[in-house]
């Protein structure tokens, strides 16, 4: 079995560097999040983080690579809830747990970061997950490795419960759930303008994670689509997402 990749750490938590290396990657954090990565540098990210240049080129290189890792610290965490989440569930059904339980153990652990107190990782996620992966192919396939292990499990969990659907059309679903899902986190139901932040009381809407759960399933559960209305020359999915 694939184990999810991380990235490398310091062997100290908790020493003088590795606490200058999280009060980096924190403000760049905030920064990419608030102006985007086009606007911020690392002379900036140095001033701020009250760090030299030097420092941030020590524990990182380059912009880039800071970019990643800060994606990869917010991913890695949620990845494995995900993973923790579906085994759960799994083990609780013998095998067969409801689709509904499927679906949320895939989407909860991401919706925690529509909290307000986790915006700037809400941000990073987006940025990297959906501009870097279109805008530089090579970010894709850097991402397959970080998220084949979700990927497999998943699938394989579906399959098993959604057995009027072909192994491809469960694998083109799941890849749609991902890209639901980050639709809702890049318009949380907070944001000014969203259509879940008109002044209905929740507990006659239900939540966000409700709303997104009930719809997949659905999507899931919908008959498979008839041979002549298939595209026959897709393109691959994207081996990144949420």
Avoid at 172 to 178: A, E
Wanted: hydrophobic content about 50%.
């Amino acid at each position: 079995m694939n184990q999810i990749a991380r990235p490398k750490k310091l062997a100290v938590s908790g020493a003088p560097g590795e606490r200058a290396r999280s009060r980096i990657l924190d403000t760049a954090e905030d920064l990419f999040a608030r102006e985007g990565p086009a606007a911020v540098t690392l002379r900036s990210i140095a001033a701020a983080a009250q760090v030299n240049v030097a420092a941030v080129n020590y524990y990182f290189g380059s912009k880039e690579n800071l970019f990643e890792e800060m994606f990869l610290r917010r991913i890695i965490p949620l990845n494995e809830e995900r993973l923790t989440r579906l085994a759960d569930c799994v083990a609780r059904a013998n095998g067969a747990p409801p689709l509904e339980d499927i679906v949320a153990a895939y989407v909860l652990p991401a919706l925690r970061l529509t909290d307000a107190a986790s915006a700037s990782a809400r941000a990073i996620v987006v940025q990297y997950s959906l501009g870097r992966v279109l805008a530089m192919p090579e970010v894709n396939e850097k991402l397959a490795r970080y998220y084949a292990q979700v990927r497999e499990e998943f699938v394989a969990a579906l399959l098993r419960v959604l057995p009027h659907l072909a192994p491809h059309e469960v694998v083109w679903r799941y890849y749609w759930m991902g890209g639901s899902l980050m639709v809702a986190l890049a318009v949380p139901s907070a944001t000014p303008g969203s259509p879940l932040s008109a002044a209905t009381p929740p507990a006659a809407t239900g939540t966000m994670a409700d709303h997104l759960i009930a719809f997949l399933v659905q999507g899931f559960r919908a008959s498979p689509v008839p041979k002549r209305q298939r595209n026959p020359g897709g393109k691959k999915a994207a081996a990144g997402g949420i």
